[in-house]
């Protein structure tokens, strides 16, 4: 998968470059596992995030200084229905919900 690291580009370009990127390539560079739950968080104004659920450690933001390929991948993540969160009690009602695992102490849910 290419990288476009730390290059400013108008959202016209990301979008083009993006489509370029396979399902295959997009989903590898997501991280997904059986400890590793990818979901969407959502803000207000409608932009999203790919955020993921770790069975050790809960709630991990995926920092990307690619804006092509995080586009890339919240595009996929909408495209095939991942699920979406907008809040802390979202997040925890989804790992519930979806019985993701929790294997260590930080991911127990809170007032439990």
């Known amino acids: 998968m290419k990288s476009y690291a730390f290059q400013d580009l ?13 399902d295959a390539d997009v989903r590898e560079s997501i991280g997904e596992d059986e400890d590793n ?4 968080f959502e803000m207000p104004d409608g932009s999203a995030s790919l955020m993921l ?26 495209r095939h ?12 009602a989804l790992v519930d919900r979806c019985s993701w695992p929790r294997k260590g102490p930080y991911t127990q849910r809170p007032n439990a």
């Open 10 to 22: 108008p959202l016209k370009r990301i979008k083009k470059l993006a489509a370029e990127f396979s």
């Open 53 to 78: 659920w770790n069975a050790f450690h809960g709630l991990m933001n995926r920092l990307d200084d690619d804006s092509v390929r995080a586009y890339a991948q919240v595009q996929f993540l909408r």
């Open 81 to 92: 229905g991942y699920p979406v969160a907008r809040s802390m009690d979202e997040i925890h």
């Open 37 to 40: 739950r990818a979901f969407l």
